[in-house]
């Protein structure tokens, strides 16, 4: 799959830099739901009466939350009900150019490596640089975005 064109990909970048950081403050160990619902002073009725579900099942969601469980769309649903934004996104763990950067370099090296092997066994030994070679195939997969 070809990655983004530049401009898109700065894009990208710029906005998953806001976004880095705040996974510290996504995990709330009563859930969201609850942590919400208790931070506004709702008791379970109440918030079963605004998002138009049963109490039972309010209740059965905030447990659900905290296994894991919970549908995107029940999430958004009682957040709604709420007056609350329900906020879903997938945020690498590093700057997402380095990250691809490094993947490219990874297959490069796999690529290179098995290569030599090859040529070793065949007496036909490389003579330009590894890290020349891997900096070549790396920049080559990452263009065609053949880094997997």
């Not at 880095?20 to 919400?36: H, L, P, V």
């Not at 997938?90 to 700057?95: F, L, Q, R, S, Y």
Request: charged share 30%; proline share 2%.
């Amino acid at each position: 799959m070809k990655p983004p064109a530049k401009l898109a990909r700065n894009q990208i970048n710029r906005r998953l830099r806001k976004l880095q950081g705040f996974a510290e403050y996504t995990q709330i160990r009563t859930g969201w739901i609850n942590y919400m619902r208790q931070a506004m002073c709702l008791t379970l009725s109440k918030l079963a009466e605004l998002s138009k579900l049963s109490t039972a099942t309010v209740q059965q969601t905030e447990k659900r939350e905290l296994m894991g469980k919970v549908t995107l769309q029940t999430m958004s649903k009682i957040a709604s009900a709420m007056d609350c934004e329900f906020i879903y996104a997938i945020v690498p763990k590093e700057d997402l150019s380095s990250y691809l950067r490094n993947k490219a370099i990874e297959k490069a090296t796999k690529i290179v490596i098995e290569a030599d092997t090859h040529m070793t066994l065949e007496d036909q030994r490389v003579s330009n640089d590894i890290k020349t070679r891997i900096q070549r195939i790396s920049d080559d997969l990452l263009e065609r975005g053949d880094i997997w």
